[in-house]
C-alpha cells in the first residue's frame, strides 16, 4: 500500500504542477497576440484549445488523485486540509462556470475579427485565471500545512 501512496502522490503533484503552470504565460500570450492583429489573435485561439485540455485534464486529475490520497487515509482529513480540499474545488468551479464562458466570448469574437471585444473578453479571462490561481494557491498552503 506504500507504493500507491507514493505513486498517487507523485502524479498528484505533477498534476498540480501542471495545472498552476499551464496558466502563468496565458494572459500576456492573449494580450499580445490581440494586440498584434487578427492573423495572431486566430493562431492564438487554436494554440490555446490545446492549453486548455491540458489545464482542464491536470485540474481533474489533481482533484482525483486528492480524492483517492484521501482515501487511502481512511478518509480523515484535518480542517486545514479541508479547506485546502474545498480551494481547490472552488477553482474548479471558477473555471468552469465563469472562466470558460469568457474564453468562449474571447473565440467568438477572434472568429468575428472584433479584436475590441475579444480585448475585453481577454482581461476577464485573465481575471478569474488569477482568481484561479490564488485558489490554488491557498489549496497548496493548506495540502502542504495540513
Known amino acids: 500500500m506504500g507504493w500507491m501512496r507514493t505513486l498517487l502522490l507523485v502524479v498528484h503533484i505533477v498534476a498540480a504542477a501542471a495545472w498552476f503552470g499551464h496558466k502563468l504565460t496565458v494572459p500576456r500570450q492573449i494580450r499580445t497576440s490581440i494586440d498584434a492583429g487578427p492573423d495572431q489573435a486566430g493562431t ?10 491540458l489545464g482542464i485534464g491536470a485540474a481533474l486529475l489533481t482533484v482525483a488523485t486528492g480524492v483517492a490520497l484521501l482515501a487511502l487515509a481512511g478518509w480523515t482529513a484535518t480542517t486545514v486540509l479541508g479547506l485546502g480540499i474545498m480551494a481547490a474545488l472552488a477553482a474548479v468551479a471558477v473555471g468552469a462556470v465563469f472562466a470558460r464562458p469568457a474564453w468562449r466570448g474571447l473565440e467568438a469574437a477572434v472568429v468575428d475579427d472584433d479584436l475590441a471585444t475579444a480585448g475585453a473578453f481577454g482581461r476577464r479571462f485573465s481575471r478569474l485565471l488569477h482568481v484561479e490561481n490564488l485558489l490554488w494557491t491557498a489549496a497548496l498552503w493548506a495540502m502542504v500545512a495540513g
Open 44 to 53: 492564438m485561439v487554436v494554440q490555446m484549445r490545446g492549453t486548455a485540455r
